[in-house]
């Protein structure tokens, strides 16, 4: 079946620092693919998303790359912050009713 | 400017107690969705909507029920609770006919069975 598999945490790193988180995928024919961010005590918010192989998704100065032939949709920060402190999943669609399959989550902790 | 609202937010039940999450969405989505939250698991679907007036199973139903009551709302039942069943519930929506299809969630429901 579908699953996601992103690395674990919690990684902490200080301010402006680069931030990747690893994400690869396992599907039956071509999903949908996205990072959401959980911030301390809310919900689930969209942060990316791409649907085709090599398409890039960028938001907040996050980006992520849909590679196909690594199964992989890491995400990359150049320079984080202290607000960047979160849950971060990654998820992938691949039915039409918009189903996703969720990774485990990554803390990210980010000192001043 | 509500999106997916919630409640209860928090709430702590005895085993064998039943209970009902409310969810409610105002952005006129056709699906929604029922995920519970556990450490090192990520988000399962318990249940989901994909239009008004019908109703499937995820990938972890079993102790759950659903109703769809209508268009904005989407109930979750816990008949007989269980400690297994503590952990963070989210309600979310969609309109899944888009291509990316983007999930809204609520702000979650934190249940505890003792």
């Known amino acids: 079946g579908d699953s996601v598999t992103q690395m674990e945490g919690p990684v902490t790193l200080s301010e402006e620092a680069f931030l990747t988180i690893n994400c690869t995928y396992t599907?039956?024919?071509?999903?949908?693919l996205f990072w959401y961010v959980q911030y301390p005590g809310e919900g689930l918010q969209l942060l990316l998303k791409?649907?085709?192989?090599?398409d890039k998704g960028s938001n907040k100065g996050f980006e992520a790359t849909y590679r196909k032939e690594t199964t992989s949709f890491h995400l990359e920060k150049g320079s984080v912050q202290v607000s960047d402190s979160a849950v971060y999943f990654c998820?992938?669609?691949?039915?039409?009713?918009?189903?996703?399959?969720f990774g485990a989550g990554t803390q990210v902790v980010v000192t001043p | 400017n509500a999106g997916v609202t919630q409640t209860p937010k928090f709430q702590v039940l005895k085993t064998g107690q039943s209970m009902t999450l409310q969810c409610a969405q105002d952005?006129?989505?056709?699906?929604m969705y029922w995920y519970r939250q556990d450490p090192g698991m990520g988000l399962r679907l318990i249940y989901y909507?994909?239009?008004?007036?019908?109703?499937d199973k995820g990938e972890v139903p079993n102790g759950y029920n659903v109703s769809r009551l209508n268009k904005r709302e989407f109930s979750l039942r816990l008949e007989s609770a269980a400690p297994s069943q503590t952990s963070v519930y989210f309600c979310?929506?969609?309109?899944?006919?888009?291509?990316?299809?983007?999930?809204?969630f609520g702000a979650g429901s934190r249940l505890t069975v003792l």
């Open positions: 979310a929506s969609s309109e899944a006919r888009s291509g990316a299809n983007v999930l809204t």
């Open positions: 599907a039956t024919g071509y999903p949908s």
């Open positions: 791409a649907t085709k192989a090599d």
């Open positions: 998820a992938l669609k691949t039915d039409s009713w918009g189903k996703l399959q």
């Open positions: 952005m006129n989505h056709n699906s």
């Open positions: 909507s994909a239009s008004e007036g019908t109703t």
